[in-house]
């Protein structure tokens, strides 16, 4: 099942989609949209999964492109010239402003990103976890974004379905090396019964803000939370499953 940013639907020049762990081919602990590439799911069902994303996306576009994702703050920007078939890029996010090649990240907790400057016809989809998060990620593909002509007025971000703050307590460690970083991240910290919670999507959003991004989409779903059908690392982590599926996120120029 995929859920859309209805700040995102409004443009016709784009598709985008947020896919939960429904209407796949893979079994076990991986059923049944697990587009984890990386994960230990038989490598033929990843395949199968990821051709039922593309058909939902476009019958006539490129195959994903999707980097290996290794909680950093790179991104890979992908113009007329960029080599689609290199192989294992490490990056955290991707930028493109080429038709018919549909951009993704995977997610299972971390937060989910997609951009679209619709004057200026660029796309992005950032995988944020806390470390990407914590070294800027978002921060660095808007303002590459800039660099190429996009304006923050026409800049929509949708943060996808990631973990809650209730749903993601941390080590007093943790909360300490943020407000180190900057006093005022306090605010994303709350104790409840001895237990620290952070909020991982309002730290981005906080991000988007400082940027001046005024346009921006929270699709406030708790990746955590079992009935809400999403592929949780937490969760298999709760389970003592030794992996766990990944959702798919995706952003395309028509």
Known sequence: ????????????????????????????????????????????DIRKNLKIVKRKISKHSKSIFLVHQVHSNKFVFINKSFNLN????????????????PIAVLTADCVPILLYDN????????????????????????????????????????????????????????????????????????????IIYFNLPNYVKSQLKLLKISKIDMINIDTFVKKNNFFSARQSLALKHDDYGRNISIIMIN
């Open 86 to 101: 290199k192989k294992s890029i490490k990056a955290d996010a991707i930028i493109t402003n080429q038709k018919k090649i």
């Open 119 to 194: 004057k200026k016809n660029m796309i992005a989809a950032i995988h944020a976890g806390w470390k990407g998060a914590f070294k800027d990620i978002v921060i660095k593909v808007i303002n590459f974004m800039v660099k190429r002509g996009c304006e923050k007025k026409n800049i929509t971000a949708a943060i996808g379905p990631c973990i809650a703050q209730n749903s993601y307590n941390v080590k007093k460690e943790f909360q300490k090396k943020f407000i180190k970083k900057d006093k005022k991240n306090t605010v994303f910290f709350k104790k409840r019964r001895n």
């Open 1 to 44: 099942m995929a859920i859309t940013s209805k700040k995102l639907l409004k443009y016709k020049k784009i598709k985008h989609y947020f896919f939960n762990k429904h209407g796949g081919v893979s079994r076990g602990i991986y059923k049944s949209l697990n587009c984890g590439i990386g994960s230990k799911d038989n490598k033929n």
